[in-house]
């Protein structure tokens, strides 16, 4: 591939929000000594196998590609792959490997010699979803992993002139009793917003639309009850749906956006992501390790 080629040819750097660098292909294997051979050095021929077509065999395929396509929503929020950001070398590897879904769990193909089901007793097939989202035995990181994330979004928006609530009880107009993660609002102009961020395993695009009709149906009944409580004239909900491998839909994006929050936040989410869904894995792989 030649420098100044489109990324058309290069999809999934194209994809994930990287720039193709043809030197990043060159190495000693293909010019061992530049003194006998000062002419430019050649691209390893192995590098440039990549086509439009094997990849969206990659995207179609059940296991490895599963979640991939959340990646190119919004592609500024892969820089890690590239930089690393704050992640030490080993995580940023768990990281890569957990993105193609490689990470070894039970139901990669060759990893195991005890069946496919869950190693700590649960009755399912040990996927990377499930350590991630559902085995009992990552229960309390996953639960930190989100306060973490509530934190990082109410500390941002307080930044922005909202007073700010988190984990509050409310009720509901059939009488329920619900837990809001976050309540923001404007005492001058009496609006406020419900925002309830929620991390699962990514699957497919439409994912974070789902999530956020799922969490009107839930908070939107307690809407009343936060406009007579805080003399609010408006409450809207947002369901933010934010990847378990540090993937960002474009609807986070666009709320983001819409209340000025800084690209820090979302980056910070994205590390914050990344490094407690690495605990989790090495903790179902290595308990109290
Ligand atoms: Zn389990």
Known sequence: ????????????FARIGLRENPGKNLNQVTCPDRDLNPGRLVSRPDALTVTPQSVRG????????????????????????????????SEWISS???????????????????????????????????VLGFCEQGLLLRNSRHHLVRSKIAAALRNKGWIVEEEISCLAENGSTRRVDILAYNADTKQGIIVDPTICFEVECHQSAEVHLEKKSIYEPTVNYFKLKYALIHVEVFGLLIGARGTIPAFFEEFRRQFVLPTSLRDDIVIIMLKKSCQILINHMVPHY
Do not use: Q
């Open 1 to 12: 591939m030649s420098p100044g080629s489109s990324t058309e040819s290069y999809p999934t």
């Open 58 to 89: 990659f995207l179609k395929e059940d296991r490895r590609g599963k979640g991939v396509e959340m990646y190119s929503e919004v592609t500024a929020a892969n820089s890690w792959i590239a930089n690393k950001k704050g992640l030490s070398t």
């Open 96 to 130: 890569l490997k957990m993105t193609a879904n490689l990470a070894a769990v039970r139901s990669v193909p060759g990893r195991s010699l005890d069946g496919t089901r869950c190693r700590h007793g649960c009755p399912e097939i040990e996927t990377l979803a499930h």
